[in-house]
């Protein structure tokens, strides 16, 4: 496993890592989950990312348990903070009071004393940036959290958020969580990209096989037990075009001549860009852990031609104003 570092700040990632979202106190149980936190480990994965929220505060708590078995000095740990967690009209978004509370109570979910970096789920326009800034300032220095970062921000907000750590002598955030996909790629190549030149920014990606599309399991209808059967998962369904769904039979051809799976071309093709330290991946078992792994060793077999057919295929290179 290769490490990233994260943006310009000393801080290593692993290039691959592992989410909480949808699987952990959700599609599986406790047990399964921590046998993927302890395998991701053992394999050279050292960031495990989750969210306050993430059912409804029990992935915190079931990473929580994985992690004690683990040397915390060796776990690069993250959380969350915006979305509803408190009753009341201060339990969400990103004022000093739910930020605050909403650390404390990661801190105790998880099991730790720390967070190695904490992320703006979103942006708070009921918050001046400064309130933000200052927070995650204070945060630091009472050595709760290490780094602080954003997820869903406009490269625009960054940048404002920038400024006013910096005309205030206060830590800027070091890092952005986005959506970076083969069908989604606008926001990230154009916006958030020329920030890690700019400002040093680290740029992490989640959802690389867009909620499985990628992986190619649903080419040839929707599998029992996958997230496109579950009844809340409509959105998901509707993503599952006939459009779409042969693009990914074409990667698929393409991924098989060179000796990969699907998902595994889709994650190599996020580790291409320089600016991604790390691809967030969620997995449901260990043989689907190990295929997503097995990505970076296969970066190499991305040639200048391999992504020219794969630009053929997705037909989606973004341009200024797309």
């Known amino acids: 496993m290769h490490n990233r570092r994260l943006g310009r700040w000393g801080l290593k990632v692993s290039e691959i890592s592992l989410g909480s979202w949808l699987t952990f106190g959700g599609q599986l ?49 993250s959380s969350k903070v915006f979305w509803p967690t408190f009753p009341g ?15 404390h109570a990661s801190l105790r979910r998880l099991g730790t004393d720390y967070l190695d970096i904490y992320f703006c789920h979103g942006y708070d326009p009921d918050t001046p ?18 780094y602080w970062g954003t997820s869903g921000w406009s490269a625009a907000q960054i940048t404002a958020a920038y400024g006013v750590a910096r005309q205030y002598n206060q830590i800027p955030p070091a890092v952005e969580q986005t959506q970076y996909n083969m ?63 042969e693009k990914v039979r074409q990667l698929g051809r393409l991924a098989n001549e060179l000796g990969m799976t699907t998902a595994q071309l889709a994650i190599a093709w996020i580790l291409r860009r320089k600016e991604v330290c790390t691809v967030i991946t969620g997995a449901t078992s260990i043989p689907q852990l190990e295929e997503n792994l097995e990505a970076g060793e ?18 989606n ?3 200024d104003g797309g």
């Open 129 to 146: 940036y400064d309130e933000v800034v200052y927070t995650m300032n204070t945060l630091i220095q009472q050595g709760k959290i290490l």
């Open 298 to 315: 296969m970066a190499g077999k991305l040639t200048e031609d391999v992504l020219e057919k794969i630009e053929q295929i997705l037909g």
């Open 183 to 245: 069908f989604v790629r606008h926001q990230m190549e154009l916006h958030i990209a020329p920030l890690r030149a700019d400002r040093g920014l680290g740029v992490m990606a989640w959802g690389p096989l867009h909620s499985g599309i990628l992986s190619g399991k649903y080419v040839d209808g929707i599998p029992p037990g996958s997230r496109a059967s579950l009844a809340q998962m409509g959105w998901l369904r509707d993503q599952l075009t006939p459009e779409r769904l």
């Open 89 to 103: 009209p201060n339990g969400r978004g990103l004022s000093r009071k739910h930020i605050t509370e909403s650390v």
């Open 317 to 319: 290179l973004p341009e």
């Open 29 to 77: 149980d406790e047990k399964t989950s921590i046998e993927l936190v302890h395998a991701a480990y053992d394999r050279g994965v050292n960031f495990f990312d989750n969210a306050d929220v993430n059912a409804n505060g029990q992935a915190e708590v079931i990473v929580g348990k994985a992690i004690s078995g683990l040397p915390r000095e060796g776990v690069v740990l």
